[in-house]
Nanobody
Framework: VQLQAFGGGLVQPGGSLRLSCAAS????????MYWYRQAPGKQRELVAS???????NYADSVKGRFTISRDNAKNTVSLQMNSLKPDDTGAYYC????????WGQGTEVTVSS
């Protein structure tokens, strides 16, 4: 599975961004999908996940602000990020996990005024 995340950018605090993760080489429906992020100087952390059955989970820090979704027909997973804060700044990565976990290249999100 090859994954490519895109949609990052510079946004002011309180703003929104929508990240997408496009897959090729395999159908995503069989995978649990994850969004991770890594802030400068910090460890990578799990932001959100979504199962094949569309069950979602979120880090406490993003609950109520971020929404993960998947479109198996389009082989994509998205992360809608609202009410962004400077602490949300970082590189965002998507991954797909079945028996093996696959990672895509990240997309940078900067929340700053």
């Amino acid at each position: 599975v090859q994954l490519q995340a895109f949609g990052g950018g510079l946004v002011q605090p309180g703003g929104s961004l929508r990240l997408s993760c496009a897959a090729s080489g395999s159908a995503l429906w069989r995978y649990i999908m994850y969004w991770y992020r890594q802030a400068p100087g910090k460890q990578r952390e799990l932001v959100a996940s979504i199962t094949a059955g569309h069950t979602t989970n979120y880090a406490d820090s993003v609950k109520g602000r971020f929404t993960i979704s998947r479109d198996n027909a389009k082989n994509t997973v998205s992360l809608q990020m609202n009410s962004l804060k400077p602490d949300d700044t970082g590189a965002y990565y998507c991954s797909a996990r079945a028996i093996t976990e696959y990672w895509g290249q990240g997309t940078e999100v900067t929340v700053s005024s």
